[in-house]
């Protein structure tokens, strides 16, 4: 196994521990393992481009790995009011539909790669849970938490939008 998919097992390695450290309440710590998992995202990313280590494995793991921990943390935060519940089934919504739609694909023998929009949702995702954990910190933390929550939510919405559009051919398969 290379670096970056060892990366990437690494960041799913980690979600049981950040569930953990936030449930019970050890927030800085949370906020570290979340941090460090979140780099090892644009690291692995990096070091398979670079090398040419890209794997079908890193290629299906890699989104996975941050879902799973993004929407783990988005779960603790609706447990604890941070995030309203009605945001998640949205968030979710997307992802489940275009998860449907790329084994949909697939089973086609389509790859459908991710786009820029759906990047771009992951990286203000990623910018969000941290902000939310600290959020009680300072006020500014609080408002910067939210302005981020609320831009994930477009950018969720919007490339899964875009997704649907540019992919609408799997509809007819």
Known sequence: MNLPNKLTLARIIAVP???????????IPAFIIFILASLTDMLDGKIARKYNLITNFGKIMDPLADKI??????????????????MLIIILLREFAVSGMRTVAAANGIVIA??????IKTVLQMIAVPLLILRSVHPVLNTLATVFLWASLVMTVYSGVEYIVQNKQVFKE
């Open 17 to 27: 521990v950040f569930v953990v450290l936030y449930m019970r309440g050890l927030f």
């Open 69 to 86: 921990l993004v929407y783990s943390a988005f779960c603790l935060m609706v447990e604890d009011g941070a995030v309203p519940s009605w």
């Open 114 to 119: 991710a786009g820029m929009s759906g990047k």
